[in-house]
């Protein structure tokens, strides 16, 4: 089965039917009279009269608050011309809402009301936030993930050309659009606008002090028009592309025009802050200044809408605390990793070059590469951004520039890939070099131009999983019918541009292991080992230390060991095939230590005691013993007092006979049993009473046995066991103790 996407864009005439950019308008306005209901993220704007002489846009201040309980929010109003004066507030809680004007202007001081906010309309998500740190997401909680484009100064061509942009983006599978507040000087770019931001007279002097509020009212209009296409404004302040003066505007200028800015746009919930387009080709402009900017807007904003700065050759540091993710230039994919790890923030490659065939080489690249470009920023984690430099034919019109028509063959493969992201529950992760996701969970991988047949994957393990094959360029999603555990390989196409999304299909428990019963791991002559399970049948095992599978020994009675040393692992498979996870145990052949030939002895052990606080065992060798006596066996008996204390206990053994035998020593704190000077036992460091055993071959005779022993506070416990093939575990009896006189 494969399954086929494909995104067509058709440009039907414009019509009242297809203008979806004009189905809602967001702004209610508030009424002194009758009661006011505004949706939840869209904008309430009061509508003041006041003062036209002078210069209002810097003569007059105006501001408000709006409360809601013990929540106050501060917003700056504007002068939007002819005496009038707004002021815009987005609500992002429903319920009755009050406000309160104050200004130097007497009649545009202390006015007040209230306004009731109501549930948000159904295609209102709220602004986009940061999500779990390198992601996006609504104020609602639903997930953004950003497939944007670039049509830089698209609001600054004719209205013909406008609509035939929104006309585009209507069928286009963008959710966020780079655009210009000031126009752009540069190629494919030299037609003059009809509208600036600033008034200029014909002589095109331009005059900083006011503002053009039909040029502004314009700018909203498109805002409000992406809005209702579900299209996020990447609203670009600053840029270097200019020849009308405003790339170098003074200080005081820029601070009046991001000041007016602010309180226009920051209402709408579609805005986000970019400071700049290639802010290092700026040369007016220090860092200091962005500093200042990011700061103006910081303070300003209520709504604290996604702030970036986008590099010419210098990337900007993102990892500063009042950027909210990374907006990079930059083709070298492989650096993904390094900035997501460095900023800690959602990186957005938001200029990879374009699709084109103009001269430029930044604006020829292919849709192929496009394609491979995007998708390699999703699997390296990240976002990217297209843009679109194919002349068109007739009269130049490039829609990286201008808007206009889309003429590329990347636009619908973005819109699959769009689909494909947007079917997992999160965003993804870097995982590896070919992959994002969420480990165990699911992933995207993508092997670009490489054309691989086949590819290992080598996953969580306790999970079945599904695997899809994915042909990033034909839009094509072949599923596989069966499911893997964490570890297979998969057979792929050969070609270029294959993806393959995995989804966790479900938990597997793990089949109980095998158990291996011998006894003990360590023998003389020959070891007897079992393999038994509790449900299964059909056990397999290996004595080569490989991992056994169905083609291995199948266990059908007792395996003889005889070898020095032998490892076996084992595994069992249900009668669905699935399997136990493996054991295993090392069988040792003992070479018995010959026994020590004893001097004068008597019955009983020498002890020796210490004092001192310890968190392991020290080393007694370099200590003074407070006090030595004679003890009869393994005990705490020559303790002088209950904690903080050690013991070193030495003597001789007596084995009776020719065999491995088993020490155990159960202690509270630590301690270590040496036979002949070699460690068996180690049951170190402080804990409540714990068991632990060790195995040694002796040959009958004496032996010299040492313990080492410990007790920081709290309960103490010592005791000593032993066992072999001629008696059961038991504790070394006295009779079997012995001491040089």
């Avoid at 003041?48 to 210069?55: D, I, R, S």
Wanted: aromatic content about 14%; charged content about 25%; glycine content about 8%.
């Amino acid at each position: 089965l494969v399954i086929i996407f494909t995104a067509l864009f058709l440009f039907s005439p414009l019509s009242a039917q297809t203008q979806k950019w004009d189905r809602i308008n967001p702004i209610t306005q508030w009424s002194a009279k009758d009661s006011t209901w505004v949706a939840k993220w869209n904008v309430l704007e009061i509508s003041l009269e006041g003062p036209k002489g002078g210069n209002p846009y810097k003569d007059v201040q105006l501001r408000a608050s709006f409360s809601q309980g013990e929540k106050t929010i501060n917003v700056r109003g504007f002068y939007d011309g002819g005496g009038d004066y707004k002021i815009r507030f987005m609500p992002q809680s429903g319920g009755e809402w009050t406000f309160s004007t104050t200004s130097q202007t007497k009649n545009l001081d202390g006015i007040s009301g209230n306004f009731i906010c109501i549930g948000a309309d159904s295609a209102s998500h709220g602004p986009v936030r940061v999500d779990d740190t390198f992601h996006f997401s609504y104020a609602d909680g639903s997930p953004f993930r950003p497939v944007g484009t670039t049509a830089y100064a698209w609001i600054h061509q004719p209205k013909e050309k406008q609509l035939e942009t929104l006309q585009t983006l209507a069928e286009a599978p963008f959710n966020k659009l780079r655009m210009t507040i000031f126009p752009k000087s540069y190629v494919y770019n030299r037609n003059e606008p009809d509208l600036f931001p600033f008034p200029r007279t014909r002589k095109g002097k331009n005059d900083l002090d006011e503002f053009n509020p039909k040029f502004f009212r314009h700018l909203e209009q498109r805002i409000i028009n992406l809005m209702n296409l579900g299209i996020e404004a990447d609203v670009i302040l600053f840029h270097p592309y200019d020849r009308w003066g405003y790339a170098e505007m003074s200080k005081d200028q820029d601070d009046f025009y991001l000041h007016y800015v602010i309180a226009r746009l920051a209402a709408f919930r579609n805005v986000w802050w970019s400071l700049a387009n290639e802010y290092d080709f700026m040369l007016t402009k220090t860092d200091n200044d962005w500093t200042r900017f990011f700061k103006t807007i910081y303070e300003q904003d209520p709504y604290s809408h996604l702030r970036s700065i986008h590099n010419g050759r210098k990337i900007y540091d993102h990892s500063l605390p009042w950027v909210s993710h990374a907006s990079i230039q930059s083709h070298d994919f492989t650096q993904m990793k390094t900035w997501l790890d460095t900023f800690q923030k959602p990186v957005l490659i938001d200029e990879c070059e374009y699709e084109g065939n103009i001269i430029q080489g930044w604006g020829r690249i292919s849709a192929e590469e496009m394609v491979n470009r995007f998708w390699k920023g999703v699997t390296g984690g990240g976002y990217v951004t297209h843009g679109e430099t194919i002349k068109d034919p007739k009269n130049e019109w490039i829609w990286w520039a201008k808007g206009g028509l889309l003429h590329g063959d990347s636009p619908q493969r973005l819109a699959f890939l769009r689909r494909i992201v947007g079917d997992f529950p999160s965003g993804l992760n870097y995982i590896n070099k070919n992959a994002a996701g969420i480990e165990g969970e699911f992933y995207l991988y993508f092997f670009g131009e490489k054309r691989p047949t086949q590819h290992e994957f080598n996953l969580p393990p306790h999970r079945d999983y599904r695997a899809e094959i994915i042909d990033a360029w034909n839009m094509t999603i072949t599923p596989i019918d069966s499911t893997f555990s964490n570890s297979f390989t998969l057979d792929l196409p050969g070609e270029r541009f294959i993806g393959v999304r995995i989804r966790n299909a479900g938990l597997v428990f793990p089949e109980e292991p095998v158990s291996i019963i011998s006894n003990g791991a360590m023998f003389l002559n020959r070891m007897i080992v079992q393999l038994a399970h509790r449900t299964h049948n059909n056990i397999y095992y290996t004595i080569d230390g490989a991992t056994p599978t169905q083609s291995s020994l199948q266990y059908s009675q007792p395996i003889v060991v005889a070898q020095d040393s032998t490892l076996i692992k084992a595994v069992s498979f249900s009668p669905d095939g699935r399997a136990s996870e493996p054991v295993q145990r090392l069988f040792l052949k003992s070479n018995p230590l010959p026994g020590v030939k004893p001097g004068s002895i008597k019955s009983g052990l020498r002890c020796s005691f210490y004092f001192g606080l310890w968190e392991k065992m020290p080393d007694f060798s370099d200590m003074h013993a407070a006090s030595q006596k004679i003890i009869k066996r393994f005990d705490l008996s020559a303790k002088e007092q209950n904690d903080a204390f050690g013991l070193v206990i030495e003597g001789l053994v007596k084995a009776p006979v020719n065999d491995v035998y088993t020490f155990t020593t159960t202690s509270d704190d630590g301690s270590k049993l040496y036979i002949d000077g070699r460690l068996v036992v180690d049951n170190d460091f402080q804990h409540a009473p714990e068991r632990k055993s060790g195995q040694i071959g002796l040959k009958a005779g004496y032996h010299n046995i040492r313990l080492e022993y410990f007790e920081a506070g709290g309960g103490e416990e010592l005791k000593v066991y032993w066992q072999c093939s001629a008696f059961e575990e038991d504790e070394i009896s006295s009779k079997a103790l012995f001491v040089n006189r």
